[in-house]
Structures are given as structure tokens and as C-alpha cells.
Nanobody
Framework: QVQVVESGGGLVQPGGSLRLSCAAS????????MGWYRQAPGNQRELVAS???????HYADSVKGRFTISRDNAKNTVYLQMSSLKPEDTAVYYC?????????????????WGQGTQVTVSS
């Protein structure tokens, strides 16, 4: 079992910055890809950014150039540095972590979600 805990949300003015953190923990777990998603009221949950264990990154078009995702593999932690924030970035931000499982000759991933952290961009 993997626990995923986010932190760092809050209220910020348009044009401001916030840094989100997410730590995945568990006994003898191996964590693969990690990512940030967000869900605004009335909208579906959408991918914001993701990073593989080898640090390949992917961003939604709406955040390219403003958000930066990074990770610390030793700590199974992923960060999302958000800059030039806009009111439309307001949402609950969720962290997702993939647990890598090897069973005999088979391997697969289990996915875990955090509880979410609120980001509100407003003047």
C-alpha cells in the first residue's frame, strides 16, 4: 500500500507563485511515474504535468512555460512549481503516483491518489 500526501496549496493573487509538494510512501515500494492533476468545479480531472522516474516530463499546453515539475527519487517526492498563476488555474490539485510491482516474470503498476490540495488564484 502506498500513501500519497500533497501539501503547499493556498490562496495567491494573479501573477503569483506557489509550490506544491507530494510525497509517496510505503514499505519497500518502488515508485515509477508521478504526476499532478487538477479538477475545477464542474470540470473533469485533467493532467497538469507528469514526470517519469528518468525525469522525462510532460505538460498540459495550458501550463507550459509557467509550471515546472521535478522530483527527488530518493524521497519519492514530486514538486510542482507554479508561476504566473491565473484565475483559471484555480482548482483542487491531486498527486498521482505509480507503484511498480514485479511478480514472478510479470510486472505491472498500481496507481495511487492523494487527497488533493486547493489552489485558489484570486485578487
Amino acid at each position: 500500500q502506498v500513501q500519497v500526501v500533497e501539501s503547499g496549496g493556498g490562496l495567491v493573487q494573479p501573477g503569483g507563485s506557489l509550490r506544491l509538494s507530494c510525497a509517496a510512501s510505503g514499505s519497500a515500494v518502488s515508485i515509477g511515474g508521478m504526476g499532478w492533476y487538477r479538477q475545477a468545479p464542474g470540470n473533469q480531472r485533467e493532467l497538469v504535468a507528469s514526470v517519469s522516474r528518468s525525469n522525462q516530463t510532460h505538460y498540459a499546453d495550458s501550463v507550459k512555460g509557467r509550471f515546472t515539475i521535478s522530483r527527488d527519487n530518493a524521497k519519492n517526492t514530486v514538486y510542482l512549481q507554479m508561476s504566473s498563476l491565473k484565475p483559471e488555474d484555480t482548482a483542487v490539485y491531486y498527486c498521482n503516483a505509480a507503484e511498480l510491482v514485479v511478480s514472478g516474470i510479470a510486472s505491472y503498476e498500481n496507481y495511487y491518489w492523494g487527497q488533493g490540495t486547493q489552489v485558489t488564484v484570486s485578487s
